[in-house]
């Protein structure tokens, strides 16, 4: 399972957080890149106003479902997009009209695109060569690339010799043997089954620990990839980033309804917000007023007004069952049972919230009927508010 608190918002994120305010010392920076296929009528916006600053060292997440832009905006850094508007930056250094071999970044895609005629040791020689890296020097990176992936035996076998796993790391390997100090990543666990990419990810995250001063932008549509290796996420929704922070704090305090249940899944109740005292609310829906945490909004945001309407945000598992002779509960009705393997969902329809499903998480296999009433009680605080979307 993954953990939300542990080991994210670390010291490295931290402090690439605030070194990446700085344009000139960021290792990446997007400076209000767009992308537009097509023309006309039928042209389409794949990603709009881009903006993002990644420090060395640090990793950054491009989360979202697909479409969202984000191999666009990947693509862009990469050089096999060329944006409509905007540049992007490498350093510092404008490379917006440089072809992607001489930007010096490494980039593996989830299709591996390796050479299939090329034995694995020319494979990951391959961007070496078109650097024109010495001969002499070229053994010892390759060895050394193919080292950092755990593949140093398999230096003489064909692509087709190998599992899809020991494929990607032989990508990988080929990124890394041009010591880039920036590296792409888009979906690269996508097309491996589910046991591999667990392994994988463990490898990745021991890679970023032995890259210590390497910028990571890593492209992925699944929220427990961008849990485990990223300092900060960017949360991409329909060509637009959506939301940037560390997880744990877009987890904890999610600033669009967007990335509430983009991120982790969340039942999002619409309320009435009532008295506010610091960063607690009181809230009224289904003719109940409960306790929440209301953020302090950031800036551009408007405050959480008494009176204003708002979603409050609950996560599944926060959520208790009960019985409904219990006089916190809320009565609910039993809609679906689905059975996750740790847990339970179940899809509660509560009659005074006539327009509104509950999903609630229990552990283990729980045993429902269907049509059945229970009770449901809320957590104190009750949950987080999140803006009505505009
Ligand atoms: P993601 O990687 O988040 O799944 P993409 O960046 O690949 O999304 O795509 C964003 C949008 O741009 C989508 O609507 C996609 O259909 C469109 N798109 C991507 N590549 C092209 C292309 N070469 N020509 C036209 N439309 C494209
Ligand atoms: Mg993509």
Not at 91 to 100: A, C, I, S
Request: with cysteine; net charge positive; hydrophobic share 45%.
């Amino acid at each position: 399972m993954t953990d939300i608190g542990v080991g994210r918002a670390g010291t490295r994120g931290a402090a690439g957080t605030r070194a990446a305010q700085d344009s000139a010392s960021a290792a990446i920076t997007f400076d209000r890149v767009g992308v537009r296929y097509g023309r006309g009528k039928k042209a389409t916006d794949a990603l709009v106003d881009f903006n993002l600053r990644v420090a060395a060292g640090e990793t950054v997440a491009l989360l979202g479902p697909s479409g969202s832009g984000k191999s666009t905006a990947l693509n862009a850094l990469a050089g096999f997009v060329r944006p409509t508007s905007g540049t992007v930056r490498l350093g510092g250094r404008d490379v917006t009209d440089l072809p992607p071999a001489r930007r010096g970044i490494g980039v593996v895609l989830q299709s591996y695109a390796l050479f299939p005629h090329m034995r694995v040791a020319d494979n990951v020689a391959f961007g070496l060569k078109s650097q024109r890296v010495p001969r002499a020097e070229v053994a010892g990176r390759v060895a050394e690339a193919l080292e950092m992936v755990g593949m140093s035996d398999y230096g003489r076998r064909l692509p087709r010799e190998l599992s899809g796993g020991q494929q990607q790391r032989v990508a990988i390997a080929r990124a890394l043997a041009i010591r880039p100090g920036v590296l792409l990543l888009d979906e690269p666990l996508a097309a491996l089954d589910a046991q591999l990419r667990q392994s994988m990810l463990a490898e990745l995250q021991r890679l970023k620990e032995a890259l210590p001063d390497t910028a990571m932008l890593y492209v992925t549509h699944d929220q427990a990839e961008a849990l485990a290796l990223a300092d900060r996420i960017v949360v991409m929704n329909d060509a637009r980033l959506m939301d940037v922070d560390t997880a744990e704090n877009l987890w904890r305090r999610p600033p669009t309804s967007f990335t509430a249940a983009f991120l982790g899944g969340a039942n999002l109740i619409p309320c009435t917000v009532g008295r506010v005292i610091g960063t607690s609310a009181l809230v009224t829906f289904a003719h109940k007023t409960v306790n929440t945490e209301a953020p302090q909004p950031t800036v551009g945001r408007t405050d959480w007004a008494p009176g204003s309407r708002a979603l409050l945000c609950v996560r599944p598992h926060a959520l208790r069952i009960l019985s409904l002779g219990d006089r916190d509960a809320l009565r609910a009705n039993v809609n679906a049972v689905v059975w996750r393997g740790a847990s339970t969902r179940l899809v509660l329809s509560v009659g005074a919230m006539p327009d509104q499903l509950l999903d609630v998480d229990v552990p283990g296999n729980a045993h429902y009927e269907i049509g059945s009433e229970v009770g449901v009680r809320f957590p104190e605080p009750a949950g987080v508010l999140v803006a009505a979307a505009s």
